[in-house]
């Protein structure tokens, strides 16, 4: 299983994926709010969505796990 982690601190702005759906390297799964400023979070590897570990308006560090690939 591959994981995406968070490259920054911020609030789970939109979550643009759901659970069991196949994502391509490049898509964007999420974007993050930081600082008033949208930061889209990308797949880095094409797969089937495992899990979503985080949801709209939660707050997530550098290094949280947000989504997992089978």
Do not use: H, R, W, Y
Not at 51 to 57: K, M
């Amino acid at each position: 299983m591959k994981q995406l982690q968070s490259t920054m601190a911020g609030t789970v702005f939109t979550v643009n994926v759901k659970e069991g759906e196949e994502v391509t390297v490049g898509q964007t799964v999420m974007v993050l709010e930081s600082m008033k400023m949208e930061i889209p979070v990308e797949a880095e590897v094409a797969g089937k969505v495992a899990t979503i570990n985080s949801q709209v308006g939660d707050f997530v560090n550098e290094g949280d796990v947000l989504v997992t690939f089978e």
